[in-house]
């Protein structure tokens, strides 16, 4: 009988543990007796025969996961059944198989001439003949030590994306926020050149040259002052459009809390924030001047103001120019902010006036777009009908 058909055997019936190594043999029982390194008749996917110590140590250890039976192959330097073999080979030798192509027997080979019983005397083990050709791919293969395997790289455990998510955010941020502070200047001034030194210079309606000066004037009523148009923010911060981050609600469309851009800027607080909008592709940019403390406006100054956050509270409107909020939101107009889960209730005021309420989601960063836009559609058609009217 040959290696492999007692091995199949011996498998079948259960009785594995019967097959001890002795010295260079494998003994099966006491029925028969092989050489370790003698090669079996089936063959791997690579074309090399298995050995019977490679089957034997295979069919022992079936159960362990590929990469722990490859590394325990390694450590007892035995050649190692391929990853492809495994399941069709243990089928075969449990029986599950009748047959398989891998198998290919070689009558005139002795090694494969009916065994010996181990009762009769053993000749003593030959030396496996040397090999033909060097296999260099099977060496490289069994110097191999694989950390991972596909199902384990793919489980990702013990692994977080949320700091790679947060990381990424903080440096968009921070790109956003030097784009803007470089291009703050040059808009601001061309704002002003634009709102009030032309008339100051002499430029007519229709841009000729009026050699006349004219003095600056201020739009009393409904009509927009000369100069950059000014939105009045909260100075509290219970509020969540504040001087601290209007810039980048407004500008980029992002909503950041306010403890979380005190932390990032540097310096004190800034008594005058300017915005554009920069969420459309609109070629006129008119620049806006943001406040947080209309105490220190001027009377002149007040007819700039076209627009206010409101906190919801009468007192925010204390020692304004006006006689009450009707009067206050029919010259100015107001945006009350939210968080789209909030209960109104805690905003009954704002429900009696005449206030434009935006929600933003607590977590949906990405809305934020479609609130900014809403804030910016509001503001342009108030000062639209301000300019006509």
Known sequence: MDPLTALREFTMRGEVEKIVRVNGEFRFGEEYSFPCSVETAYRSTKGNRYTLETLV??????????????????????????????????????????????????????SFSSAAPSSLPQQPPQPPPPPQSLD?????????????????????????????LVSATKREEERQRIDSQ???????????????????????????????????????????????????????FQTLITIYNVKEFLEDGVYIPTDVKVKQMK????????????????????????????????????????????????????????????????????????????????????KQWNVKIISISKNKRHQDRAAALEVWDRLEEFVRSRSHS
């Open 57 to 110: 140590h295979y069919i022992k250890n079936h159960h362990l996961k590929h990469t722990e039976y490859f590394q325990n192959t390694f450590a007892l330097s035995i050649p190692s059944v391929t990853l492809p073999d495994r399941k069709p080979l243990l089928h075969y030798l449990q029986g599950t198989l009748s047959s398989t192509d891998s198998i290919e027997y070689r009558p005139h080979d002795p």
């Open 136 to 164: 260099l791919i099977s060496m490289i293969n069994a110097a191999e030590r694989p950390l991972k395997d596909r199902q384990s790289l793919l489980e990702c455990k013990n692994r977080d994306f949320y700091t790679l």
């Open 182 to 236: 470089q291009r703050k200047d040059g808009l601001v001034a061309k704002s002003r050149l634009l709102g009030s030194d032309e008339r100051g210079l002499g430029f007519s309606d229709d841009l000729g040259y009026d050699p006349t000066p004219k003095p600056k004037i201020h739009f009393k009523g409904s009509k927009i002052g000369e100069g950059v148009p000014i939105i009045l923010v909260p100075s509290a």
């Open 267 to 350: 310096g004190g607080r800034p008594d005058c924030v300017t915005v554009q909008k920069k969420l459309s592709r609109d070629r006129v940019v008119t620049a806006y001047e943001v406040r947080d403390k209309p105490s220190s406006l001027k009377s002149e100054d007040w007819d700039r103001v076209v627009a206010v956050f409101v906190l919801g509270k009468e007192w925010q409107f204390k020692d304004w120019p006006f006689k009450d909020h009707i009067e206050i939101f029919n010259k100015i107009v107001g945006f009350y902010m939210r968080f789209e889960d909030d209960s109104l209730e805690s905003a009954r005021n704002v």
